[in-house]
């Protein structure tokens, strides 16, 4: 049973370049969260999706992010024209659909540096 | 009043001791309590959780208490170990909407041998 996977693992990005982050959730999940981490503080919630469609991106930024999760592959996290306060660690979760869906299943993350 | 407050912010205990980490909330609508512990360079693992028709839930050396009314609720190590030594967030989501969780702000907590 593979968990909730991430990649890449780490990324460096150069100011102003897109930043691509994906996550495939637990097999039979059909809700993901992304959540980021900035250094030593707790997770923010950014934005939740079922497939094909955003339920909530309330905390995601209105500029320069972008999440889908098509009916086919992963999700993708994308932030464009990235900045150095983009710098953080990118987690992504995933839960099951009807009972039990409060459970949140995480990935190990994407970690982000900004130079 | 989507905030969920948590101390203290680090804990050092001696191995053998008891670890205790405590949570506030506002939002009565909150409806889920869960633990997640978290290694460094790692994505976190839930360790146990609670809902606030109960006041206790035990799982091995791991107890959450449930204070409703005082809309409080703490996370009891026993027997803390060195390999406990991580970072512990609390957390707290609603059933109704997206149940989105809303974390703490996290327990650096040090077991020494």
């Known amino acids: 049973n593979a968990g909730v996977m991430q990649n890449p693992r780490h990324l460096v990005r150069r100011r102003g370049q897109e930043a691509r982050l994906r996550c495939s959730p637990v097999?039979?999940?059909?809700?993901v969260y992304w959540y980021r981490q900035l250094p030593e503080e707790g997770l923010k919630f950014m934005v939740y999706?079922?497939?094909?469609?955003?339920?909530?991106e309330s905390g995601m930024p209105k500029e320069r992010f972008s999440a889908e999760f098509p009916k086919e592959g992963p999700s993708i996290l994308r932030i464009q024209q990235v900045v150095r306060g983009d710098s953080a660690a990118y987690f992504c979760?995933?839960?099951?659909?009807?009972?039990?869906?409060?459970?949140?299943?995480f990935g190990p993350g994407t970690r982000l540096l900004v130079l | 009043q989507q905030q969920v407050k948590q101390s203290p912010q680090s804990l050092i205990v001696q191995k053998g001791g008891i670890s205790i980490i405590n949570c506030a909330y506002e939002?009565?609508?909150?409806?889920?309590f869960p633990w997640y512990q978290q290694f460094p360079g790692k994505g976190p693992a839930l360790l146990i959780a609670?809902?606030?028709?109960?006041s206790e839930k035990k799982e091995g050396r791991f107890t959450i208490s449930f204070n409703k009314s005082a809309k409080q609720f703490s996370l009891h190590i026993m027997d803390s170990q060195p390999g406990d030594s991580a970072t512990y967030f609390c957390?707290?989501?609603?059933?109704?909407?997206?149940?989105?969780?809303?974390f703490g702000s996290g327990t650096q907590l040090t077991v020494l041998p």
């Open positions: 979760a995933s839960s099951q659909p009807g009972q039990g869906r409060e459970t949140q299943y």
């Open positions: 097999k039979g999940h059909s809700h």
């Open positions: 999706l079922q497939k094909e469609n955003i339920i909530d």
């Open positions: 939002n009565t609508a909150f409806d889920y």
């Open positions: 609670i809902r606030p028709d109960v």
């Open positions: 957390a707290a989501s609603i059933s109704i909407g997206g149940r989105q969780l809303t």
